[in-house]
């Protein structure tokens, strides 16, 4: 059963996040982003991290999302001053993109399947534990991700801040 | 530990001294509190502290902090003047280099992938920001957004990466990764291939190599100048000290997979940055174009893995902080006086000017790796290390692009003493004297004596 349900909604999360990049309408990507964070809380719910599901529910499919709309609708995106790309261009990016998807297909092919749904500790998710390791081993990292929320905040308001002239 | 707490510290002293307007008070107490951090560095050194099992301070990562303070505090000695009087943001701007600092600190001493993260990420946002700091200018936006958007992509390579090692060893620690190497040379998981292939694109990224340098030449032209010297100077030096823990240490049982594709980067970036420097008109883009090719020079302690590599880096990453820091001081003195940054600016600047072109000629010299300046020593150092393994071909190459770089090296030269040209004379303030002199004993002392620095890790 579980097996079944992870192969589903991994399934539809690489056809959404297909659909992301090939709809030619930005408003349709952003939608069909939100579907592809939509299914990784299923994917998170299935790994029983319950904390992450809820976070990655209201954060990203919430919040974030709905910042992404407003930006695209202050840039007023629209087919007429879309820059053009030569065909040289996507050529060299098809190669490119096509090189590393073989490089790792190969290489995840090669790696022995492991059973996706059996969690060797089902409790690895759960709050407490996200907890004991974020203030244990993890502390220090967490802390100085301080300074990086700091200095972004600062950044934020020295840009949108009006300049006496 | 204490360093990075002292320079979060003084950043957030300088951010309350901005709301309190004490504008007179910033520069001291900044510069107080890089000097605290820099004996902070002194007094720690042999004694290779692990904290947290996050951050080894060993004699390396103390090095490249030192080099990276000093850097800093001579960038700080730049402002006077330059910032316009009636700036009220000058605060912000301080506490944001500090923060890069912090960063830069974090990345020389990381022992844990997830610190290597969060330290490229405190330094990248602060550089954003600071890229863009000239709202009315449109190149600075150019240059922040470009960055902005280069920089979130390369760093989307480096977390898929770090992601596949995860997967492939289970762990973050450099160490537990390196065992798992070692302890299994012959089952690595095939996982672990592309990961330490998508770390290499991350990082080469960051430093500036081709063909991942398509941003350098546009953003280090569109930043403020005296962003861009701290750009170009004491964060590739973090760059190459993250590179290096990573690749040199931990990735080293591997070395014979990644030697390939580092070879490629390696040329790559020699030959296009030294040949398309030789066509530039503006003398801030040219120092771009030099800083990709000297991005070559340094990944060449990586193609032969040698006790020495560490140490060779933080000679070349000295000899050439200290030579473009005055490069970039001279050019914005110059472009404080004419208003552009193209060579025909320093046209004739020697006949008003004698003791600043002097300075620059030294600079440029060392930059080009002349004798008895710092920039010799690092190149010679580099083209030993590689020599080593008899890698007759690259040393050849490489010679034959430094050759190349001559060429536009002495261009700022002949223009100066050679050329006729509207004699300015440019007003050059004390703080920017003493950086001056200072950086120019330092490349000088560097080539003449070299032994100070030369077993120093």
Redesign the interface.
Known sequence: MGTSVFYFVATLSVIFSLMVIFSKNPVHSVLYLIVTFFTFTVHYILLNAQFLAVVNFIVYMGAIMVLFLFVLMLLNLNKDNEPLKSNMVKIVGVIAGCCLVV??V???K??AISDPVILRNPNLGLLKNLGKELFG?????FE??S??L???M??A???T?K??V | MNI?ITI?VTALVV?YAGLFKAKKALLPITLVGLLASLAFVVTSWNTNKT?????QMDNFALAFAGITIVGTIFIFLLTQNYFAEN???IA??F??IL??L??IE?MVSYK?M??LF??L??MS??L??LA??R?GNFASNEASLKYFLMGAFSTGFLLFGITLIYGATGSFDLDVINQYLVGNFKTI???F??GV?LILIGLSFKIGAAPFHFWTPDVYEGAPTLITSFMSTVVKTAGFAAFLRLFADTFAPLHDFWLPPLMVIVCLTLFIGNVTALFQKNFKRMLAYSSISHAGYLLFSLVTLSGNSANNVLVYAAAYTFASIIAFAVLILVKQKTGNDHFDSFNGLAKKNPLTTLILTVAMLSLAGIPLTAGFIGKYLMFLNVMGEYQVYLVAFAILNALVGFYYYFKVIVAMYFKEGNEIELDTPVQYKVVLVLSVIITVFLGVYPAVILNLI
């Open positions: 490089t790792l190969g290489s995840l090669a790696t081993p993890y502390m220090l990292p100085l991700s300074i990086l700091l200095s972004a600062v950044g308001v020295l840009l801040k300049e006496k | 990075i979060a951010l904290y947290y099992g996050m951050m700036s009220e943001n912000e701007y506490t944001l923060f890069a912090a960063g974090i844990n997830s610190m969060i330290g990420e405190i946002v602060s954003y920001i863009g700091i709202k998981s095939p996982m291939y592309p292939i």
